[in-house]
């Protein structure tokens, strides 16, 4: 698949990316099966929660520092490895996934207009 090299602080920096995205998807599937149950397991789920918004906070910022890193103006951009750009994947899924939607959907005049065109 692929092989991540600690040859550089960068190399360190993907990994740490890399347990951060892993922490996060952990929490965020806890969080997900504990708050649409009713069992004893569900007293567990504020601490997913906790974890979830935490790492992706954490991978949000993480994230724009390596796009600042990649992207500088003044700089030539290094080589972009595929663990590199499945990360960038990963986090424009995360964007898209994780936006306020409901402020789009609830407030925007044209788009209630179209809804209702099929109804």
């Known amino acids: 698949m692929f092989k991540l090299v600690f040859n550089t602080k960068l190399d360190y920096y993907i990994a740490f990316l890399i347990i951060i995205k ?17 069992s004893q397991l569900s007293k567990y789920d504020p601490t ?3 974890w979830k918004e ?4 954490i991978f949000i910022i993480s994230m724009s520092i390596l796009l600042i890193y990649y992207f500088y103006p003044a700089g030539s951009p ?11 994947f ?14 789009f959907v609830t407030e925007t005049p044209w788009f209630q207009k179209f809804v209702n065109t099929f109804r």
């Open 78 to 88: 290094p080589h972009i490895s595929f663990v590199t750009k499945l990360l960038f």
């Open 22 to 38: 892993s922490i996060f998807f952990v929490s965020a599937l806890g969080h997900l099966l504990l708050s649409h149950t009713n």
């Open 90 to 103: 990963i986090f424009g899924w995360i964007l898209i996934i994780t936006a306020n939607w409901k402020i």
């Open 48 to 50: 997913f929660l906790y």
């Open 54 to 57: 935490r790492t992706e906070f």
